[in-house]
């Protein structure tokens, strides 16, 4: 399905249905805290709602960039940041009502088949998990897309002189078919052809 409408809007929505479900209070989980912008996106969601644990294995994502977000808007009590690689969280005793992952999966590579194999083990039987992030990148149409382009590739550039993330987005087709093959049932997918370039905060972290 390809739409216009703002893909983490569509996220927010659908978490939000957890809700109405559970009155008492929901669980999830942000897999992986990144730059902390998604987090506090959940975090201002989730308040009130219920708690949210933020997965990442990087502490300086929690100690750099999301906490302080997460303090200024006195969000700090919503969420608890755990130090843990997605990949294995076979130590995590938890029982969540939805998972979100957003421009993670194609930074992990087929290790991300792993780790969405063990979430499978950490959602209750009605839980969902929710998947935002690149699809495999066309050629530029405009000035725009060339400079979003441009911001990408340097990305992965920097990445891998590095010797840090390298990363590979994988066609929607790919993840549908591995996604059933895990027993995970399909509600729905949205594509965009909507491309931004990075902004100046990601490309610093």
């Not at 302080?68 to 969000?75: D, G, T």
């Not at 590579?109 to 969902?128: E, H, I, Q």
């Not at 087709?173 to 909507?194: A, V």
Request: include cysteine; aromatic fraction near 10%; charged fraction near 30%.
């Amino acid at each position: 399905m390809c739409v216009q409408k703002d893909l983490i809007q569509i996220a927010l929505d659908l978490i939000k249905e957890s809700f109405e479900a559970n009155p008492e209070g929901v669980l999830w989980m942000d897999a992986a805290t990144g730059a902390g912008n998604t987090t506090l996106k959940l975090a201002r969601l989730l308040k009130g709602k219920g708690e949210l644990i933020s997965i990442d294995k990087d502490e300086s994502s929690w100690t750099e960039w999301a906490y302080p977000k997460l303090e200024r808007e006195n969000l700090l009590d919503v969420v608890k940041y755990i130090k843990e690689d997605l990949v294995d969280l076979s130590e995590l005793k938890c029982n969540f009502h939805g998972i979100f992952t957003h421009a993670t999966l194609s930074v992990m590579g087929y290790t991300a088949l792993d780790a969405v194999s063990g979430w499978r083990k950490l959602l209750r039987p009605d839980g969902r998990l929710i998947i935002l992030d690149a699809l495999p990148q066309e050629d530029a149409h405009d000035e725009d897309e060339e400079i979003a382009n441009f911001s990408w590739n340097l990305i992965k550039a920097v990445n891998i002189l590095e010797g840090q993330i390298i990363h590979d987005e994988f066609p929607p087709e790919f993840w549908l078919n591995r996604l059933k093959d895990l027993g995970f049932s399909i509600e729905d997918y949205y594509f965009t052809n909507e491309r931004k370039s990075r902004s100046e905060e990601s490309l610093e972290e």
